[in-house]
């Protein structure tokens, strides 16, 4: 029987594939998504809408210098890794810094079987204390949070325990405080549910453009702080030309499955810019409260000048 579909119809049930042979970037990009589903489905949301943005307005095609879609999801988790620190003139927190969605990821065992890699051990921060059941250290060594067994520690040194008695009162007023911290976490993160997919990419568009320092901070999932490049240790900065001499930073997003890996050594010149141009673009239109729609419109190359059209010779007749 022949084909009775209108082309409406077919454009209407096309289904979008990704498709990919020996790489098992697609595998990472997965486990990440649903691991960051199981703990937030927003945090998922959030990665597909910015996919969406990024392939609408023509800046993830990793083959035309620019960053690939694994490394925006990347940017995505971060961000709701780190939201505690962003600089959000928003007054939806009412001056308060909304709570992080996210927990660091280093040594996470994922849904799929997948472990981040441990790459060295840094301070606990705010982020640190969320969704502390999530967190599996792959070699079992206690961490900044770890609630396992005293039985199974090292013991206490004499010395120590001085030490610890004597800080002991100062310990004890501090803890009559946390339960008043605690109050107004929850109540924070109450109000922090409440918050859409739509004002978490608002949120996201405004840090990368207005709060990260490019130059200089590096984006880990695997860590999930902001931090110097220098805690990457085994990435090397990706450093551009410009035609004028200039010397560009192109950012520094460090592959949690792959630590010597730098997803942003894959940034060109023109890449760079366009990285930059569309962030300023979105951050522009989300100050004036354009809708998602338009920012999502796709983007065009612009019209190249038309090249004159060449003289008529003139032919002298003999």
Known sequence: SGDCMSDQ???ETRIPVDFSVNCPTPLFNQALLKEAALIDSRAKDLALVVRRWVKDRGICHAAKGHLPPYAWTLLALFFLQVRRGCDDSNDRFAGKQPLPLLPPLQGLRLVQGLIVQRGGRVKASASASVHKRHRL????????DDDSDASVRAPVEPETLRKSSKRSSKIDAAQQDQPQANKADDEERKRDEHTTVGELFVEFVRFYSTT??????????RLGQRLPQSHC???????LEAEDGRKLVAPCIEDPFELGKNL???????????FHEEFARAKRMTDEGKLLDAILEPWAPPPSSPSPSPSPSLSLSP
């Open 9 to 11: 119809q077919r454009e």
């Open 137 to 144: 250290i792959q070699d079992g060594s206690p961490c900044e």
């Open 212 to 221: 990260v320092l490019w130059e200089k901070e590096g984006i880990s999932v």
């Open 233 to 239: 240790k085994q990435l090397s900065e990706h450093i």
């Open 264 to 274: 942003g050594c894959n940034l060109s010149v023109l890449g760079l810019e366009r």
